[in-house]
T-cell receptor
Framework: TQLLEQSPQFLSIQEGENLTVYCNSSSVFSSLQWYRQEPGEGPVLLVTVVTGGEVKKLKRLTFQFGDARKDSSLHITAAQPGDTGLYLCAGINSGYALNFGKGTSLLVTP | NAGVTQTPKFQVLKTGQSMTLQCAQDMNHNSMYWYRQDPGMGLRLIYYSASEGTTDKGEVPNGYNVSRLNKREFSLRLESAAPSQTSVYFC???????????FGPGTRLTVT
């Protein structure tokens, strides 16, 4: 059962463009995490959002947690080729097990 | 500080062969996890260990066994490999905030 749905699945943009990717669920999460995975590597944690409505910024990346704690978004401003990768959202519904979305594959071309 | 290390990085097995994937972390984390990542399926939890001495099944445990050898090490064993187990396997560890997990570089396994 896929608890977290991510969209879009693929995104190809040019350097300098802005983009938003989404992570949606019908379940409430106590927190959501965003990871970035580069080819041939393991996922790397970018941020955790905990409070409904919370907004966190990491340089050009802005993360938002929905008021009802069922969804999250990641906005990238002025994308750069270094932003290329697979963006994964994840959350714990109960216990220790993280549920991952299938990810958004982002390609930023110069 | 190496973080989470995994060996081997690549492996090719024939159907029916067995092997053990090794994972170690040097962050003094209590919890450790094994995931597999397949195209179009995302990351799926195979087994996890909330603390030394305990292990629990995740979403896709069939065909696998695990051992939490000590606080640092968590191994994944395939007793009789099948082509359906061709995948990339990731080990992860989690600290006080168990939902913030740190991943190793992965083992790319092909079963022919």
């Amino acid at each position: 059962t896929q608890l977290l749905e991510q969209s879009p699945q693929f995104l190809s943009i040019q350097e300098g463009e802005n983009l938003t990717v989404y992570c949606n669920s019908s379940s409430v999460f106590s927190s959501l995490q965003w990871y970035r995975q580069e080819p041939g590597e393991g996922p790397v944690l970018l941020v955790t959002v905990v409070t409904g409505g919370e907004v966190k910024k990491l340089k050009r990346l802005t993360f938002q947690f929905g008021d009802a704690r069922k969804d999250s978004s990641l906005h990238i401003t002025a994308a750069q080729p270094g932003d290329t990768g697979l963006y994964l959202c994840a959350g714990i519904n109960s216990g220790y097990a993280l549920n991952f979305g299938k990810g958004t594959s982002l390609l930023v071309t110069p | 500080n190496a973080g989470v290390t995994q060996t081997p990085k690549f492996q090719v097995l024939k159907t029916g062969q067995s092997m053990t994937l090794q994972c170690a972390q040097d962050m003094n984390h209590n919890s450790m996890y094994w995931y597999r990542q397949d195209p179009g399926m995302g990351l799926r939890l195979i087994y996890y260990s909330a603390s030394e001495g305990t292990t629990d099944k995740g979403e896709v445990p069939n065909g696998y066994n695990v051992s939490r050898l000590n606080k640092r090490e968590f191994s994944l064993r395939l007793e009789s490999a099948a082509p359906s187990q061709t995948s990339v396997y990731f080990c992860a560890s989690g600290g006080t905030l168990v939902y913030e997990q740190y991943f190793g570089p992965g083992t790319r396994l092909t079963v022919t």
